[in-house]
């Protein structure tokens, strides 16, 4: 039996997997998505949210998706690993992600491109429907297949962008896009997420323990325990999550009721024990 069942839970509250129904959004989280939507309906073209390692980018980019989900009207694909080695290649993953049929046999960049514009306008123009392309890890790419997006983001009608272009990526993709000037003047919406406060580590562990089933009145961390657990990770929801999820661990191994200081502090004492300080045990932890 897992430890969340022990502690009378219908699933793993602080998974570090992705996904949309544990991600708990803070303010700045709610506004970007909500501000994306804007963008999807406006039909602006490129839209970038950057944020360190940890802070909720990939959740949100699932987040979005479902949402897209549950609306009419939208076409969509998340792109997790924009890693290719050529510009044809990465032309060739669109066509496939998008189901996009090439007459050619063999087909050429231009063949590609003409491919996706036909299918661009086809959905834009004559079904009226909204394109959406979301690339996790973006600040990976290369320049030739940000070049790519930016010839696709070039097919337009007068007054809309044929294709809405979200970047999810850490730090690095700043000076990428700075360093292609005909890529940052096609950015509508930019976004920086951050770490979350103290009151909104609070809020992410109890919204996180609700979803997994606990809707018993006593709190299952104390204020004390969230202080710890929020200096230890700096507000980082990776971080937070992976800490919670060892001492929910902690507190069935010990037979305890409550998650406290003390066992959080033993958590962190195992680390330092281990040779790794509190922040490098919990970097490598999510590795």
Not at 14 to 20: G, L, Q, R
Not at 86 to 94: G, I, K, P, R, V
Not at 111 to 138: C, N, P, Q, S
Not at 209 to 236: K, Q
Request: negative net charge; charged residues 25%; proline residues 5%.
């Amino acid at each position: 039996m897992s430890y969340f069942q022990v502690l009378g839970l219908d699933r793993e509250p602080f998974s570090t997997s992705p996904d949309p129904l544990f991600f708990y959004q803070s303010q700045r989280h709610r506004a970007t998505l909500a501000n994306l939507v804007i963008e999807f309906r406006l039909k602006r073209g490129l839209s970038v949210v950057i944020g360190d390692v940890g802070v909720g980018k990939t959740t949100l980019g699932r987040k979005l998706i479902q949402m897209l989900s549950e609306r009419e009207g939208f076409i969509f694909h998340m792109m997790l690993d924009p890693t290719f080695p050529s510009e044809e290649q990465f032309y060739q993953a669109l066509i496939r992600s998008f189901g996009i049929e090439t007459a050619a046999v063999r087909p050429t960049l231009l063949d590609y491109r003409e491919g996706l514009e036909r299918f661009l306008f086809r959905k834009g123009v004559e079904e009226h429907k909204t394109v959406v392309l979301i690339i996790d890890e973006a600040h990976k790419l290369n320049p030739l297949s940000l070049e790519a997006l930016r010839v696709l983001l070039n097919y337009e009608t007068n007054e809309t962008k044929l294709l809405q272009l979200v970047l999810l990526g850490q730090m690095e993709l700043l000076p990428l896009l700075k360093s292609m000037p005909n890529v940052v003047d096609r950015i509508s919406m930019k976004s920086m997420l951050t770490p979350l406060t103290f009151e909104e580590t609070r809020e992410m562990v109890e919204f996180r323990l609700y979803e997994a089933g606990y809707h018993f009145p006593s709190p299952l961390f104390l204020d004390e325990a969230i202080h710890a657990i929020y200096r230890a990770s700096s507000g980082y929801p990776r971080k937070i999550a992976m800490l919670c999820h060892r001492a929910l661990r902690g507190l069935v191994m010990y037979n305890r009721s409550v998650v406290d200081r003390e066992l959080v502090d033993n958590v962190l004492q195992e680390d330092i024990e281990a040779g790794w300080s509190p922040t490098e045990a919990l970097q490598k932890s999510v590795c």
